[in-house]
């Protein structure tokens, strides 16, 4: 039989209706499944991958069954309320509820009444069956509450909207669930969700039971029902179509449950294009599905005609607006809808109501079922208009693209809202270039609004008003630049003309005293001691304002005027000086050869051979370095540079005992010497003698108050004993005294980052790079601190940005090697564990995660291998003695349990993570290991505890049982753990493989 002219065959992206029943295949007994479980249970989650036709299940399927009365025992009088929990589900339910065919009163049902209706649900948990048993019903009939697009209750939740969102959607979810475990009155609850959300149950109570209770998972269309999805349609419509056509179908769409959307659109325009091209008594064929462009291209062809029929690039630019505040792409990639009214369209796009309505009523025309609601309901501010499947944005590729971009806008716009509100606590600086250059063309190009950003985060205002304060302190600070710049020119002018007087100076000094050679000299020595301290601290004023070349060039002019000096009087003050100057330029070579020299004319010039023993220390020619500072000693034993000099050389030997015994003489000789007191601490800190260590540095502030390297140095010991809090103060200190110096915001950077306070690493890192954008550290760091923040698109971009400054970063490739195994991508992260290893093979690290990475692709042996290296480099590691015992246990190594209790006694019974060894010894119960993670020094350390306590309890779990357990705690772990943990990864990998999907 045909359908009526007006019902097409095919709905295309959009669900099929509960009307169109009779165009619905492919889904046989399904309906009746779902029908058993309601009866049995009153709740059934309908859970499916995107495309499935979860929707179209419920609507043309399920609902014409209850209205058949085929639901034993319930009868045929059905009242349905159909929503979409959108962000705010108790008002949108209430809204359904107050249709005249649910629960509403009258055909009229106003706005008050839907308010008071919602105000009743709010009230308490049982506020649903409040409001039927309210209704009064009649006793024939039941009511039926569908939740379509479940899944939108996780994401708006959490979208940076509405203040309590959260809390609304736990209370949504009691309302469900109270109703349907009474039997007092006839409710039932059916929803449907993706798949890839069903973990996220887990976050409301008792709704993770329900679901699992009653769940019906979709089964995948076998190749004979979605035969049937394509060739009864198009009979009950009144055509026919070509076998070939069919065969050419089923193999384009596979049984990926995602192409079933876009196959329903090629349907539909191919049945269009073969109705407009003299359907007569010929099937539909393959010419017809040609000429749409076929399953690759027929929805982006489609949605790019109705784009180029717009009538301006205006309307052009709306439409863009639109699609991308319809839809959004979260931290985890996943693509999704975002249903919105017209008049917030309007708001967000900063358009015109009537244009937007003019734009959505193009792409919902007949025949283009792009947007929701169709082309037959009239439009009004109010309306709710929405994409009409996820398969469009990735079946569009202009949308794809527009998608991209916007999800990149917002990961702008929160980064600058998120610094601009930690600008305001205190905790982070303004923006530098090249970031805020970065920035500001970002909001130039996209003019973001307030009403734009509310969807994102809430701190606009705020943001603008930071960004803007950075551009203004940039702009001062360019003034200042070029001010100081012109200052040290001045400077450099100055200099260079004092050269050259005093070398006329010298030089008319030695003509007079040529008789008396050592007048010559000394006269010659006083000027150049003056040319020296002139000229090289005008040179430091060079690099302090970033003027390297104008530095480099000063040097050459030095060395000149030095060539002219000693070829008119060779003397050793000469030499020295020339020596220097090559050693100010980086030229250890003819730094070493000058400084020879002037021994040579003055074999007990103490100064020279201390500046020879350095010059050899920077070539690493540590045997000379140290023949020289004891030559130096031994003509002055009071010359506390040498001493100075010779811990250091020591220090670089790794003769800690010695370099610390040359500091302590240094000390001895200059009691105010606090570079002395910084170096002998340095040497403490590499005997892990962190208190001696810390004490020195304190003694070298002690001496200068104003010595940043003093505070930096002891922030490095704070932060190796654990102790963030001092580490981060010292390390601001550092900044305070020096903010030009890159370095320091590193390290504070890696102190919030081991604090898991990712954004003010961030913004640490940000400046670090901002003041020295070729630092691959500071990229690192950042990539590291994004990840934390599951941030992997900027974290990946900062990964490859270290490793493209410095190709030897083996930090830098374990750490994107970790972010391509979070992205599920073992095929990149192992290349990279493979490059980290082959640059730095002590790297303990990375031979524990490519353990993984190998386990996770089947390469069980490799990852035996690879766990026992890391605990061969590192015995004491807690978690690496636990990767290797889980690695032998997994792939059935007998001896894994007795290597696993011998590596045991070896570690550190008193700290964490050892209480997770005792619960695998069996000392430590579960109960105890969960106090024991609760007891962490700080709400940041806890999370990283507790999900490792997850993780590894679900390793336990897996390895002896029960194993129904492991599952649930995987998933734990993988809501709990940082992204930038190991463990996060691993219980991603871990769910991946046990789902049944």
């Known amino acids: 039989m045909a359908v009526e002219p007006a019902i097409h065959p095919f709905p295309g992206l959009r669900p099929f209706e509960a009307e169109e029943h009779e165009l619905f295949f492919g889904r046989e007994g399904q309906s009746e499944e779902i029908l058993d479980r309601l009866h049995n249970n009153r709740f059934v989650a309908v859970v499916g991958a995107s495309g499935s036709g979860k929707s179209s299940l419920i609507r043309a399927g399920l609902l014409p069954y209850l209205h058949g009365g085929f639901l034993a025992q319930a009868g045929s009088r059905w009242r349905i309320a159909l929503f979409r929990p959108g962000g705010d589900p108790i008002k949108n339910l209430a809204a359904a509820l ?79 669930l109270e109703a349907t475990g009474q039997r007092e009155l006839p409710i039932y609850i059916v929803l449907t969700m993706r798949s890839d959300y069903i973990g996220d149950c887990a976050r409301y109570r008792n709704l993770p039971e329900a679901v699992t209770d009653g769940l019906y998972l979709i089964p995948r269309m076998t190749r004979d029902q979605r035969r049937a999805a394509i060739v009864e349609p198009i009979r009950v419509g009144g055509g026919t179509i070509a076998p070939r056509l069919v065969v050419r179908l089923l193999n384009d769409v596979g049984d990926d449950p995602d192409q079933l959307p876009i196959l329903q659109h090629a349907l539909m325009r191919t049945w269009d294009y073969w109705q407009a091209h003299g359907a007569g008594g010929r099937p539909i064929d393959v010419e017809d599905y040609l000429a749409i462009g076929g399953m690759a291209d027929a929805l982006s062809q489609h949605a790019d005609e109705a784009y180029a029929g717009l009538p301006d690039d205006r309307y052009r630019t709306i439409a863009k607006r639109i699609f991308q505040a319809l839809s959004e792409k979260g931290p985890d990639n996943r693509e999704t809808r975002r249903p919105t009214t017209i008049g917030s369209l309007a708001l967000v796009t900063d358009a015109p109501i009537a244009d937007i309505t003019r734009v959505a009523d193009d792409f919902r025309a007949p ?101 803007e304060e950075s551009r203004l302190a940039r702009d001062a600070e360019v003034r ?166 010779l811990g250091i050389v020591d220090a670089a030997k790794k003769d800690y005992d010695k370099a610390i015994a040359d500091y302590t003489e240094a000390i001895k000789l200059n009691p105010r010497f606090a570079l002395a007191y910084r170096n002998r601490g340095l040497a403490y800190a590499a005997k892990n003698d962190f208190d001696r260590a810390i004490a020195d540095y304190t003694e070298a502030i002690k001496v200068d108050p104003k010595y940043a390297p003093g505070y930096e140095s002891r922030g490095q010991a704070y932060r190796r004993k654990g102790d963030l809090g001092r580490a981060i103060a010292d390390f601001s200190s550092a900044i305070a005294l020096d903010p030009k110096y890159a370095f320091y915001y590193i390290d504070r950077g890696s102190a919030y980052f081991a604090e898991n306070d990712f954004d003010a690493a961030i913004a640490d890192y940000t400046s670090a790079i901002g003041l020295n954008p070729k630092y691959a550290a500071a990229y690192n760091g950042r990539g590291e601190a994004n990840q934390g923040n599951g941030d992997l698109d900027h974290a990946l971009t900062d990964y490859n940005q270290a ?139 806890r999370r990283g505890w507790i999900c490792q306590e997850d993780f590894y309890l679900a390793m336990l779990r897996q390895i002896k049982g029960p194993k129904d357990q492991a599952r649930a705690l995987f998933q734990s772990a993988a809501d709990t753990c940082p992204p930038d943990y190991t463990g996060y990864a691993e219980a991603k990998l871990e769910l991946k493989a046990s789902s049944p999907h």
């Not at 939740?147 to 909207?161: I, K, P, S, T």
């Not at 250890?588 to 040579?600: G, L, V």
């Open 803 to 941: 490793i493209s400054l410095d190709p030897k970063f083996a930090f830098a490739y374990g750490g994107r090697a970790l972010l391509y195994e979070v992205k599920g991508d073992l095929n990149h992260a192992l290349s990279d564990y493979n490059q980290a290893i082959a640059v730095d093979p002590s790297y303990a690290f990375a031979y524990f995660a490519r353990s993984g990475a190998n386990y996770y692709s089947g390469h069980g042996s490799a990852a035996v291998d690879d766990a026992a290296k890391a605990v061969k480099l590192d015995p004491t590691n807690v978690i690496f003695v636990l990767g290797l015992y889980v690695a032998r246990a997994r792939t059935g190594q007998s001896n894994a349990w007795d290597e696993f209790v011998a590596n045991a006694q070896k570690l550190d019974k008193s700290k964490w993570p050892w209480p997770i060894i005792g619960l695998y010894l069996g000392s430590v119960s579960p109960e105890e290991l969960s106090k024991s993670a609760q007891s962490a020094p700080n709400a940041t350390v």
């Open 480 to 645: 200042q630049r070029h001010a100081a710049r012109r200052r040290v020119q001045i400077a450099s002018s100055a200099a260079t003309a004092i050269i050259a007087i005093v070398a006329v100076v010298a030089v008319w000094q030695w003509v007079l005293a040529r008789a008396a050679s050592d007048r010559a000299q000394k006269a010659l020595t006083v000027a150049l001691g003056f040319v020296n301290s002139t000229v090289f601290d005008t040179m430091e004023q060079f690099r302090l304002h970033g003027l390297s070349q104008e530095a480099s060039n000063m040097s050459n002019r030095v060395i000149q005027t030095y060539d002219q000096l000693i070829a008119i009087s060779p003397i050793p003050a000469a030499y020295n000086g020339r020596g220097t100057a090559y050693f100010e330029k980086g030229d250890y070579d003819h730094a070493i050869a000058d400084y020879t020299e002037a021994i040579k004319l003055a074999p007990k010039f103490a100064a020279a051979y201390g500046n020879r023993c350095f010059a050899n220390y920077l070539k690493h020619n540590y045997d000379n370095a140290i023949a020289d500072c004891n030559q130096s000693i031994a003509i002055d034993p009071k010359y506390y540079l040498a001493y100075n000099s």
């Open 367 to 467: 025949g283009r079922s792009f947007l929701m609601p169709v082309a037959a309901v009239p439009l009004n501010p109010l309306s709710v208009i929405d994409i009409s499947h996820e398969s469009l944005i990735r079946g569009w590729r202009r949308m794809r693209q527009w998608v991209e971009d916007e999800a990149e806008s917002a990961r702008e716009y929160r980064r600058l809202a998120e610094t601009a509100l930690l600008h305001a606590q205190g905790t982070a600086g303004l923006l530098h270039d090249p970031d805020l250059d970065h920035v500001l063309a970002w909001r130039d190009k996209e003019h973001p609004t307030a009403d734009w950003a509310r969807r994102y985060h809430p701190g606009f205002e705020q943001a603008m008003a930071f960004l």
């Open 98 to 176: 107050n249709d005249p065919a649910v629960l509403g009163k009258d055909a009229a049902a106003t706005a008050e009444s839907t308010m008071l209706l919602e105000v009743s649900l709010r009230r308490s948990g049982l506020g649903l069956i409040d409001a039927v048993r309210l209704a009064r019903l009649p006793t024939d009939e039941q009511v039926l509450i569908v939740v379509d697009q479940f899944e939108e209750l996780f994401r708006f939740a959490d979208a940076a909207g509405r203040p309590g969102q959260d809390e609304d959607a736990a209370a949504f979810v009691k309302l469900l």
